[in-house]
T-cell receptor
């Protein structure tokens, strides 16, 4: 069965510090992986995606993620966090057919000045 | 232009009532989805339609009935509302086929009293 695990429920970082959010997936075939961000009271916005090719993918807002097949991981990183990055972050794996998404439970990010 | 829109944004109603949430996308996508986000932020897919045809129907009470009058609209009707139906409901859309990212609406916060 497909599943997505985000081990960190809540992370607090200082503004300007680096960030890494962890995501592990369980999927029998080639995964289609996504990171979404949800600001308070808002819908989900796509940060980046991985389908194939280069395992380091760049996204919006200065985020990047690295796909590691051997570790079944797709961790999200940002070198310098801004206060506006405080939000909920969701990792997701997409499955054929039907493009069904399985979401992780989310990681809540707090940024302190 | 709003890509995926939902109405209403907030819905407060009493147990036993019937209510509908509407979703429209102007992206020309073939596939639309309904998700439920519970109080712990967990996102779970409920339904998916492709070109007005139901393709994903997760285990949800049959009080929930999706209706897709055309490719651009997917409405969610809920009969006999229960307290446990209180949640945020998100509509999403994606181009046909897989894999593709999904574009989310702003959500409808349903509160059942």
């Amino acid at each position: 069965a497909q599943s997505v695990t985000q081990p960190d429920i809540h992370i607090t970082v200082s503004e300007g510090a680096s960030l890494e959010l962890r995501c592990n997936y369980s999927y029998g075939a080639t995964p289609y992986l996504f990171w979404y961000v949800q600001s308070p009271g808002q819908g989900l916005q796509l940060l980046l995606k991985y389908f194939s090719g280069d395992t380091l993918v760049q996204g919006i807002k200065g985020f990047e993620a690295e796909f590691k097949r051997s570790q079944s991981s797709f961790n999200l990183r940002k070198p310098s966090v801004h206060w506006s990055d405080a939000a909920e972050y969701f990792c997701a794996v997409g499955r054929r057919p039907g493009n069904q998404f399985y979401f992780g439970t989310g990681t809540s990010l707090t940024v302190i000045p | 232009d709003t890509a995926v829109s939902q109405t209403p944004k907030y819905l407060v109603t009493q147990m036993g009532n019937d209510k509908s949430i509407k979703c429209e996308q102007n992206l020309g996508h073939d596939t639309m989805y309904w998700y439920k986000q519970d109080s712990k932020k967990f996102l779970k897919i409920m339904f998916s339609y492709n070109n007005k045809e139901l393709i994903i129907n997760e285990t949800v009470p049959n009080r929930f009935s999706p209706k897709s009058p055309d490719k651009a609209h997917l409405n969610l009707h809920i009969n006999s509302l229960e307290l446990g139906d209180s949640a945020v409901y998100f509509c999403a859309s994606s181009p046909g086929g897989t894999p593709y990212e999904q574009y989310f609406g702003p959500g409808t916060r349903l509160t059942v009293t």
